[in-house]
């Protein structure tokens, strides 16, 4: 078959046959772009190349591109109750790679085959590069490629499964868990109040400390029957109107400041507008809304801003973010100047800036390096993935340096994370593929056993530890394992049996930190 000589030709025909087998589905189950390596084991195992530059190109981008967009939410994850998702991380992954290190023990499995089914089992591609990264074999693209299938299977099966067998009622614990929530993530309201206490008459708005005592924001204010936005120096009379934008709590305290509430609104007049914009300026990214100052330039109130479909409440000390929705009250004639201040241009997230995206992976490379001696009998580097990720997660949480914008639009990380991910899978699965019959054929059905173990028993202990010790909700915790078995076909299995997103939270939390835990075990297995 001459064609198989043909690299490029190859290339995207095993990403195509990749797509057309991962869109298959059985029983709701589908491979998705996992799918690619089983083609390419096929395509290996029939005598094809690809160069060996198209491997490291796509690890490279694959790694960084996630590490980027995991880097804020792995900090992030130390607050609050990721504190307890954690836990869950650490015990699935170290039960693991405790079972993986047994089987290579007991049943004499070469250390990279065990590499690969411990990454395949807990479907993580990231380990799957990890393991290539230092153990320099193909052979463990072969142990991934044999526990994956069950990996994905069995976690779908679990999180299925569970409630039903415990009969549980997903709309009681959808109520268990929007209760928690909301005493956690207070929603913004707005409320009109009518100045009549005797210590606010006669009272400049700053003088009455009303951010700082009472956490929420006056954005309109109503005397003689004109309607306008305050400065801290607006002047409070009698019988004034206000609008109040805060939590609850924020509102019931300007009450007590300001006077009784009031059904009447109030209407800006043509010169007055509320209006919506888009942070898509890198100027302004990392910038607090005190350093902002559009009040005192534009006479502009910032009453909501909105990140990743969340309400958040417009504090003085809030750190602006690519993509980030403001919405303010103004005059007309200072739209078009706020509007180039801040951005408000949607093609700005679709564009890429290739430097600041050479420069983080050449950091990641020189920092994966560096060597650590300790002793004479055991050195240890990040490596090529190692230090790439922990880079790229720097960086992510940095945001911005000076001019350089490290983050990127969720559109550009996306399809850079799958054009690596693509070239990736195609190159070490057609490496793999030659060499995959003969070892099958050397250990049989115990790989499969050792990856279905290496599966099933950390998700059953990391379910007691949830369930009995941390008491977490039924939904954050079937979220919490896929996110420490890095299963995103698991949390899609998830997200069906709720509406709630529940899941989806406990998932984001954990997946960066099991990934990152996970990369560190596969580290050290390799050197034992």
């Keep these: 078959m001459e064609f198989l000589n043909n690299s490029y030709l190859i290339l995207f025909l095993i990403i195509c046959l990749g797509f057309m087998l991962g869109n298959l589905k059985v029983k709701g189950i589908s491979l998705d772009i996992s799918a690619i390596i089983f083609v390419a084991l096929i395509f290996g195992h029939l005598g094809?190349?690809?160069?060996?530059?198209?491997?490291?190109?796509?690890?490279?981008?694959?790694?960084?591109?996630?590490?980027?967009?995991?880097?804020?939410?792995?900090?992030?994850?130390?607050?609050?109750?990721?504190?307890?998702?954690?836990?869950?991380?650490?015990?699935?992954?170290?039960?693991?790679?405790?079972?993986?290190?047994?089987?290579?023990?007991?049943?004499?499995?070469?250390?990279?085959?065990?590499?690969?089914?411990?990454?395949?089992?807990?479907?993580?591609?990231?380990?799957?590069?990890?393991?290539?990264?230092?153990?320099?074999?193909?052979?463990?693209?072969?142990?991934?490629?044999?526990?994956y299938p069950l990996g994905v299977i069995l976690v779908i099966i679990f999180v299925r499964l569970y409630p039903q067998l415990f009969k549980l009622n997903i709309d009681d614990l959808e109520k268990e868990y929007k209760q928690k929530m909301t005493a956690h993530q207070k929603p913004i309201f707005t409320r009109n109040f009518i100045v009549e206490n005797n210590s606010a008459i006669g009272m400049s708005i700053e003088q009455l400390g009303v951010r700082e005592m009472t956490k929420g924001i006056i954005s309109r204010v109503k005397h003689n029957d004109h309607v306008f936005t305050p400065t801290p120096q607006t002047v409070l009379h009698k019988n004034d109107l206000l609008k109040a934008v805060g939590t609850e709590d924020a509102l019931k305290r300007i009450g007590l400041l300001i006077g009784s509430t009031t059904d009447e609104e109030l209407y800006f007049n043509e010169e007055y507008v509320v209006q919506s914009f888009l942070i898509t300026k890198p100027q302004v990214i990392n910038k607090n809304l005190t350093q902002l100052n559009l009040r005192a330039k534009y006479d502009a109130t910032i009453t909501r801003l909105r990140r990743s479909g969340i309400e958040l409440s417009a504090s003085p000390r809030t750190k602006l973010q690519m993509g980030d929705k403001i919405t303010l009250v103004c005059a007309k004639n200072h739209i078009q100047n706020i509007s180039e201040i801040l951005g408000d241009d949607n093609t700005n997230l679709s564009d890429t800036d290739f430097f600041p995206i050479a420069t983080g992976i050449v950091l990641g490379i020189l920092i994966g390096q560096i060597s650590l001696n300790f002793g004479a009998s055991f050195q240890f580097s990040l490596g090529l993935t190692g230090g790439i990720l922990i880079v790229a997660m720097l960086l992510g949480r940095l945001g911005k340096t000076g001019p350089v914008l490290w983050s990127m639009s969720g559109t550009a990380n996306n399809l850079l994370r799958q054009l690596g991910l693509m070239l990736f899978l195609a190159s070490v699965g057609t490496k793999a593929g030659a060499t995959f019959v003969e070892t099958f054929n050397q250990y049989g059905i115990n790989l499969f056993i050792v990856g279905a173990v290496v599966t099933f028993f950390p998700m059953l202990l990391a379910t007691i530890v949830a369930r009995i010790f941390l008491k977490l909700n039924i939904l954050s915790m079937l979220g919490t394992l896929t996110g420490a078995m890095t299963s995103t076909p698991g949390l899609a299995a998830t997200d069906s049996l709720t509406k709630s997103n529940a899941p989806a939270v406990a998932y984001a939390t954990v997946y960066p930190i099991a990934m990152v835990l996970l990369i560190l075990c596969i580290q050290l297995l390799g050197r034992l």
Excluded: H, M, R, W
């Design 48 to 147: 094809a190349t690809l160069p060996d530059i198209l491997e490291k190109i796509g690890l490279i981008l694959f790694i960084y591109t996630i590490g980027l967009q995991a880097g804020p939410g792995f900090f992030e994850a130390f607050k609050d109750q990721g504190k307890n998702l954690i836990v869950i991380a650490v015990v699935v992954v170290l039960s693991a790679t405790l079972l993986t290190y047994i089987a290579i023990l007991i049943f004499d499995i070469d250390k990279p085959i065990a590499i690969g089914l411990l990454s395949g089992a807990l479907t993580s591609t990231p380990g799957l590069a990890a393991g290539i990264d230092v153990t320099k074999s193909n052979l463990v693209s072969i142990g991934y490629g044999i526990a």
